[in-house]
């Protein structure tokens, strides 16, 4: 992301509330029409089905922890959550098997290297490193609990569809164009499984997988799932206690070093909020104790992130105050004590 294009967006710093609700509404709408006519980047092709979206598409949610809604453009589109499921599935492993088990398992540092690069498993000794690139997510899915591949998918779905306060489904398009070119991952599954960090038959861990990352939502569900791990592990629409608040932290923490591969680095540097990308378009912010901004737009950079929501989400980091590491001296804001 060219930090240049967000000169002129005044900077705030955190003050553990957010503004009043016509506030955000009004800098979310601000948000949206600023970059909505950015043609910037370009659709992702290795997915054949993803390369025929509408690449003009443009969506803004921030959801708050009391259930504020807020929502721009083409907010309820639905698309596929891609490797956005990644960070949920990560806190519904931890939730099962504890913070302990899935470290050791999958880890939490970086690789450095691409999202789907084999050459990080070989370099580590097999260890996936984390759960935002493609080896950790399949080795976080194969924990999901289920004596079958069908069981566990069914939890899986349960999990994520308790995540968004809604019933989630499967795009079969989506699927099956993946499922038809996804020859890397079922090499990873196969390459996790000779290093003894992988149970079961990866063929099948793999499908699931390929699945939980077809499952249809839109900007406002991402919006709506990002502010339940910002609150705790609380839904702000259903009220469900989803995860626990140390799953919350834990996920954040690594959705924070990792979240957009190796641009996460820049991502915290520049935005300064725990995040999780998807080759579909969708990004989705996570501020703890205020709620969550999910951006929708199919245009991406070389890295694989959407410019448009990129964007649109730093903007609103700025504008609200969002960016965990801002702060300012506390005689400045409170003159005269």
């Not at 691409?114 to 000794?125: D, I, R, Y």
Request: glycine share 12%; aromatic share 6%.
């Amino acid at each position: 992301m060219d930090p240049t294009a967000l000169q002129g967006v005044p900077q705030s710093v955190s003050t553990g509330a957010l503004p009043g609700w016509a506030r955000v509404d009004e800098l979310v709408l601000e948000a949206h029409g600023r970059y909505a006519d950015d043609r910037t980047g370009t659709v992702a092709d290795y997915i054949p089905v993803l390369a025929a979206v509408d690449p003009d598409l443009f969506g803004l949610a921030l959801i708050e922890v009391d259930g504020g809604v807020h929502d721009a453009g083409d907010a309820d589109h639905a698309f596929s959550i891609q490797s956005i499921s990644k960070l949920f599935v990560y806190a519904l492993a931890i939730q099962e098997h504890g913070h302990e088990r899935v470290r050791e398992i999958v880890g939490v540092n970086n690789t450095g290297l691409a999202f789907n690069s084999v050459m990080a498993l070989e370099l580590n000794g097999g260890h996936p490193m984390n759960p935002m690139v493609n080896a950790g997510a399949i080795a976080t899915t194969a924990l999901m609990p289920g004596a079958t591949a069908v069981e566990q998918w069914e939890r899986l779905r349960e999990g994520l569809s308790a995540f968004a306060g809604r019933p989630l489904s499967l795009d079969g398009t989506v699927y099956a164009s993946e499922a038809a070119t996804n020859d890397r991952n079922r090499a990873i599954g196969r390459l996790l499984r000779s290093y003894g960090r992988l149970e079961g038959d990866p063929d099948e861990i793999v499908d699931v997988y390929t699945r939980q990352c077809a499952l249809l939502v839109d900007a406002h569900d991402l919006a709506v799932m990002g502010a339940t791990l910002a609150d705790g592990g609380v839904n702000p629409v259903s009220g469900a206690q989803v995860v626990s608040a140390e799953v919350c932290r834990d996920t954040l923490a690594v959705a924070a070093a990792t979240g957009l591969y190796e641009r996460s680095g820049e991502w915290l540097f520049e935005i300064g909020l725990p995040a999780k990308s998807g080759v579909s378009g969708g990004i989705v912010a996570v501020s703890p104790g205020k709620g969550a901004v999910a951006g929708f737009s199919p245009r991406l950079d070389h890295a694989g992130n959407s410019v448009r929501a990129q964007l649109a989400i730093a903007h609103l980091s700025r504008s609200l105050g969002l960016n965990l590491f801002a702060s300012a001296p506390a005689a400045a804001q409170h003159p005269g004590d």
